[in-house]
């Protein structure tokens, strides 16, 4: 019977684990549990979504601070477009967090960045491109396109002296999606050099409408992996989505899939960046408690916690202290829903917003608990201490669980 183990994912000359541990912003996926993939010869993945934020947190900087001091005379407005990034902050702020990292990285295996694309950032290309190239700059193994794929991010960074060496990958949910992509990047002479391919049961953003239950992951996979045959394209595919044993996985990697992404059983580790209580209400979750809902803001279905603080929170748009969803003309659904609220109840000093949520401050606080559809086994993969609480995994104990388990058996800590 195979394991894990017995595959390798070849990127290139590079032969890594077929392990990759999925981006999980804001700072959910950290540094450490990043170099810990990496350490074991997989491929870990840092966030570049509100990195400001994080480098405050982290590295003691003054980024929302100064931003947010910056534009207080805008706080009170319901228009938020004159609020804008300084290019020259978030390049410092990625290189702070991906040269510090990169700096701690030991072993065989990468540490990748998922850049979130849907961060328009109130200036979508500009930003984008800064973000994309100070990561290249300070040493990245890797960037990983995610949610809201923007057709034309290789073309940002085609001028990169890395552009060739350093390895990008697209995360797509449907054929057409990738087509679109290899339509669009092909000027560039540059394929991606994987593909992931997330499914219905994924943490975070979904790439499906809320019919995604009707979407099978295997099947998406499948019909991948058939047109590229045609095309006689060989690019690595790794799906996503629900893959939770390492029995999961080996099916995936027996089909022909290079290897598989995963991050939902890493959301209970120490390494992880969701505070220790939050964890906790990971691994209580029951099926039932589980979601996928429209709150957020960009407009893709997201699935979280039904007891996620995030929901129903009407706090004021807090676009001044970080503003990372504005479009390109300033504006957020999220925006719009408060004000709607306001309009509604003139003499109500809080309101309720149920249709859509300020995701930047909750992400921020860890109060938006995103999670895959699996979130109520993680009950399984553990133990329960004696004061009730589950007792937190090492990902070097979930990452290796996936490497050796067979018949799809789940290994408790000691
Ligand atoms: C807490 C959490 C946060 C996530 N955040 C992101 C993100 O910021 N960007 C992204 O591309 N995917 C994100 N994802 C998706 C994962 O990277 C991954 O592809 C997916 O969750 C894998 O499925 P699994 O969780 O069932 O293993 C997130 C997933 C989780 C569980």
Same mark, same amino acid.
């Given at each position: 019977?195979?394991?894990?183990?017995?595959?390798?994912?070849?990127?290139?000359?590079? &032969?890594?684990?077929?392990?990759?541990?999925?981006?999980?912003?804001?700072?959910?996926?950290?540094?450490?549990?990043?170099?810990?993939?990496?350490?074991?010869?997989?491929?870990?993945?840092?966030?570049?979504?509100?990195?400001?934020?994080?480098?405050?947190?982290?590295?003691?900087?003054?980024?929302?601070?100064?931003?947010?001091?910056?534009?207080?005379?805008?706080?009170?407005?319901?228009?938020?477009?004159?609020?804008?990034?300084? /290019?020259?902050?978030?390049?410092?702020?990625?290189?702070?967090?991906?040269?510090?990292?990169?700096?701690? #990285?030991?072993? %065989?295996?990468?540490?990748?960045?998922?850049?979130?694309?849907?961060?328009?950032?109130? +200036? %979508?290309?500009?930003?984008?491109?800064?973000?994309?190239?100070?990561?290249?700059?300070?040493?990245?193994?890797?960037?990983?396109?995610? *949610?809201? /794929?923007?057709?034309?991010?290789?073309?940002?960074?085609?001028?990169?002296?890395?552009? #060739?060496?350093?390895?990008?990958?697209?995360?797509?949910?449907?054929?057409?999606?990738?087509?679109?992509?290899?339509?669009?990047?092909?000027?560039?002479?540059?394929?991606?050099?994987?593909?992931?391919?997330?499914?219905?049961? *994924?943490?975070?953003?979904?790439?499906?409408?809320?019919?995604?239950?009707?979407?099978?992951?295997?099947?998406?996979?499948?019909?991948?992996?058939?047109?590229?045959?045609?095309?006689?394209?060989?690019?690595?595919?790794? %799906? +996503?989505?629900?893959?939770?044993?390492?029995?999961? +996985?080996?099916?995936?990697?027996?089909?022909?899939?290079? *290897?598989?992404?995963?991050?939902?059983?890493?959301?209970?580790?120490?390494?992880?960046?969701?505070?220790?209580?939050?964890?906790?209400?990971?691994? #209580?979750?029951?099926?039932?408690?589980?979601?996928?809902?429209?709150?957020? %803001?960009?407009?893709?279905?997201?699935?979280?916690?039904?007891?996620?603080?995030?929901?129903?929170?009407?706090?004021?748009?807090?676009?001044?202290?970080?503003?990372?969803?504005?479009?390109?003309?300033?504006?957020?659904?999220?925006? &719009?829903?408060?004000?709607?609220?306001? *309009?509604?109840?003139?003499? +109500?000093?809080?309101?309720?917003?149920?249709?859509?949520?300020?995701?930047?401050?909750?992400?921020?606080?860890?109060?938006?608990?995103?999670?895959?559809?699996?979130?109520?086994?993680?009950?399984?993969?553990?133990?329960?201490?004696?004061?009730?609480?589950?007792? /937190?995994?090492?990902? &070097?104990?979930?990452?290796?669980?996936?490497?050796?388990?067979?018949?799809?058996?789940?290994?408790?800590?000691?």
């Amino acid at each position: 019977m195979k394991r894990v183990d017995d595959f390798r994912l070849r990127l290139g000359a590079d &032969e890594l684990v077929p392990i990759m541990v999925g981006g999980m912003g804001v700072d959910i996926s950290t540094a450490d549990l990043a170099l810990e993939t990496a350490r074991l010869g997989g491929v870990g993945h840092i966030s570049d979504a509100m990195l400001p934020t994080v480098s405050d947190r982290r590295y003691n900087t003054k980024y929302v601070k100064n931003k947010l001091q910056q534009y207080k005379f805008n706080v009170a407005n319901a228009d938020k477009s004159v609020v804008q990034f300084d /290019l020259g902050l978030i390049a410092e702020a990625t290189a702070t967090h991906v040269a510090r990292t990169m700096e701690r #990285k030991r072993g %065989p295996g990468m540490v990748f960045i998922n850049c979130m694309e849907k961060l328009t950032m109130n +200036a %979508p290309k500009d930003t984008l491109r800064v973000r994309l190239r100070t990561a290249m700059d300070h040493g990245i193994d890797g960037i990983t396109l995610a *949610a809201g /794929l923007h057709l034309g991010s290789f073309a940002l960074i085609e001028d990169h002296p890395r552009f #060739k060496d350093v390895k990008l990958g697209i995360i797509v949910s449907s054929l057409r999606a990738l087509q679109l992509f290899l339509k669009k990047s092909a000027r560039t002479g540059r394929m991606p050099d994987y593909v992931v391919v997330e499914g219905p049961l *994924a943490g975070g953003h979904l790439g499906f409408g809320m019919d995604w239950a009707q979407y099978d992951l295997a099947a998406i996979v499948a019909e991948i992996t058939d047109w590229l045959r045609e095309q006689q394209l060989d690019i690595p595919l790794i %799906p +996503a989505g629900g893959i939770f044993t390492g029995t999961d +996985a080996v099916n995936f990697l027996e089909a022909g899939a290079s *290897a598989v992404q995963v991050a939902t059983r890493f959301t209970v580790t120490k390494e992880c960046g969701l505070p220790d209580e939050v964890k906790q209400d990971y691994f #209580k979750a029951k099926e039932d408690e589980i979601e996928v809902n429209q709150i957020s %803001p960009t407009g893709y279905p997201m699935r979280m916690l039904k007891s996620s603080p995030a929901i129903g929170s009407g706090i004021r748009p807090n676009c001044e202290a970080y503003g990372y969803l504005l479009d390109s003309s300033g504006n957020c659904q999220y925006i &719009e829903a408060y004000n709607r609220e306001v *309009a509604a109840h003139p003499d +109500a000093k809080k309101v309720k917003v149920f249709d859509k949520t300020c995701l930047c401050t909750h992400m921020r606080n860890f109060d938006c608990w995103t999670c895959g559809h699996y979130t109520y086994r993680l009950k399984d993969t553990s133990s329960l201490d004696d004061n009730g609480d589950y007792r /937190l995994l090492s990902a &070097e104990h979930v990452f290796n669980d996936y490497l050796y388990s067979t018949d799809n058996r789940i290994a408790l800590p000691d």
